[in-house]
T-cell receptor, first 115, second 113 residues
Framework: DTGVSQNPRHKITKRGQNVTFRCDPISEHNRLYWYRQTLGQGPEFLTYFQNEAQLEKSRLLSDRFSAERPKGSFSTLEIQRTEQGDSAMYLC?????????????FGEGSWLTVV | DAKTTQPNSMESNEEEPVHLPCNHSTISGTDYIHWYRQLPSQGPEYVIHGLTSNVNNRMASLAIAEDRKSSTLILHRATLRDAAVYYCILRGYSGGGADGLTFGKGTHLIIQP
């Protein structure tokens, strides 16, 4: 499978615990994006990387959220001190920056339930 | 990002063509029109994109109005597996700045057998 891979697919955690999601983008894609989606809503942009540099962070990304892409390949999204409002699907996507409107490819998402 | 307007939901019959409209009256000259769809419990899936001319691929066709203020995604022969939320998104290519997708609520397409 050469698509965007996300792990774990499902995570149930108690309020206050930390969780980490991993994303493996499509090989050689230099841009990597994180989105969050709650029920009935479209995905909301959180942050994106070009290679290892984090170029933009949404206001939705509170101080409890941190994303890294240390070697410009895979990325992690950590949520510290989880709250019930963090329950959502976290989507990772990747693209190859080029001149003709680079297509963004999404993973299957990681579902987080905070109880 | 410029805003798009789509109907909340549409219904069609299996094996019939489906035309999904999108209005984007504030589109700028460098905005590409992208369509994604999201099947239940899955991540969004790229469908098609275009700038000015109509586009065809194996999944769908994209018809773009001459003034680019509206577009229509055409599924030529809908199947039950096409039931999904369809998002019409404008995406400017800046080359260096943020170019993530801004999703609205999309159109929930229901296919009747």
């Amino acid at each position: 499978d050469t698509g965007v891979s996300q792990n774990p697919r499902h995570k149930i955690t108690k309020r206050g615990q930390n969780v980490t999601f991993r994303c493996d983008p499509i090989s050689e894609h230099n841009r990597l994006y994180w989105y969050r989606q709650t029920l009935g809503q479209g995905p909301e942009f959180l942050t994106y990387f070009q290679n290892e540099a984090q170029l933009e962070k949404s206001r939705l990304l509170s101080d409890r959220f941190s994303a890294e892409r240390p070697k410009g390949s895979f990325s992690t999204l950590e949520i510290q001190r989880t709250e019930q409002g963090d329950s959502a699907m976290y989507l990772c996507a990747s693209s190859l920056l080029q001149s003709s409107g680079n297509t963004i490819y999404f993973g299957e998402g990681s579902w987080l339930t905070v109880v | 990002d410029a805003k798009t307007t789509q109907p909340n939901s549409m219904e069609s019959n299996e094996e019939e063509p489906v035309h999904l409209p999108c209005n984007h009256s504030t589109i700028s000259g460098t905005d590409y029109i992208h369509w994604y769809r999201q099947l239940p419990s899955q991540g969004p899936e790229y469908v098609i994109h275009g700038l000015t001319s109509n586009v065809n691929n194996r999944m769908a066709s994209l018809a773009i109005a001459e003034d680019r203020k509206s577009s229509t995604l055409i599924l030529h022969r809908a199947t039950l597996r096409d039931a999904a939320v369809y998002y019409c998104i404008l995406r400017g290519y800046s080359g260096g700045g943020a170019d993530g997708l801004t999703f609205g609520k999309g159109t929930h397409l229901i296919i009747q057998p």
